[in-house]
């Protein structure tokens, strides 16, 4: 599933240079012709994405694209990591029910063979637990517990790449910031004074990326929380579910020595008036 949002990625990726390089093209045509500023023309003659691409090159293509990089590829990690956690969903309850009925039917055997056909780390952790049950009910917990903090890894799988471009893409955008000022400072310089123009320009073009950068490290921190959410009721569902798995297994632990004893005694009671027959004898 990761290949497929990193191909996903990369077709952003390309698109987003085809709009690029379209947009220059735009600029040129612009330039070439008139002055133009689709910002200050009445809004309704003017799309969004023209808007955009105008902005995004007034940014600097170089640190401007560096942002873009970070948005298209921790969003692709974040819909890989909600759409995996969507399908780590299992209902608990009716599990442990099913299981409960394979037990009492069938045994051991028929109950890991309903969380083996089960999806979900809730199901993974009882098979561990279920292949252990010959070694007691102690080895079973402490499997059950051993693979849950396995289970909850695979879940934060991905999240640590998803902060770093949380951290990245302000710090891109100032960056972008500071390099901008540079440039307007070299401009102020280059013209001998301090013109208001000169000034406004540089500003404007500057602080563009470290909106940018801000913009992105919004939309991924909101995803980030979403799905740190998701891993927390997971987490709390398979812990609540492994202590129901082994009660539910010290229960028929006993219910089954019980049944064992009751049968040893049994035949006990049988043998009973032979033994007295072969003492009268």
């Not at 090159?57 to 970070?70: A, D, H």
Request: hydrophobic residues 50%.
């Amino acid at each position: 599933m990761k290949k497929i949002f990193m191909f996903l990625a990369v077709v952003g990726l390309l698109a987003v240079s085809a709009q690029f390089a379209a947009a220059q093209t735009d600029a040129a045509a612009a330039q070439g012709t008139e002055e133009f500023d689709p910002f200050n023309a009445p809004s309704q003659d003017i799309p969004l994405h023209q808007a955009l691409k105008t902005k995004f090159i007034e940014g600097g293509p170089g640190f401007m694209t560096l942002v873009i990089v970070c948005l298209i590829i921790g969003l692709a990690l974040a819909v890989e990591r909600i759409l995996y956690l969507a399908l780590s969903k299992t209902n608990t309850k009716k599990l442990l029910d099913q299981i409960e009925a394979a037990l009492e039917e069938g045994g051991v055997e028929a109950a890991r063979e309903v969380c083996v056909n089960t999806r979900g780390p809730v199901a993974a952790i009882f098979v561990q637990g279920f292949d252990r049950m010959d070694q007691g009910i102690d080895n079973v917990e402490k499997a059950v517990v051993s693979y849950g903090s396995i289970q909850q890894s695979l879940m934060e799988k991905g999240l640590s790449w998803i902060s770093l471009f949380i951290a990245i893409a302000p710090s891109l955008g100032f960056l972008g910031t500071v390099v901008g000022m540079i440039q307007a400072f070299d401009a102020i310089q280059a013209a001998g004074d301090i013109s208001p123009n000169v000034v406004a320009g540089g500003m404007k073009v500057a602080l563009i990326t470290t909106v940018g950068g801000l913009i992105v490290a919004v939309i991924l921190q909101l995803f980030y929380n979403y799905i740190l959410s998701q891993i927390d009721s997971l987490t709390i569902e398979m812990e609540d579910a492994s202590i129901a798995l082994v009660d539910m297994l010290v229960d028929y632990k006993e219910a089954k020595e019980g049944g064992v004893k009751v049968k040893e005694e049994a035949a006990e009671v049988k043998k009973a008036p032979a033994k007295k027959a072969s003492a009268k004898k």
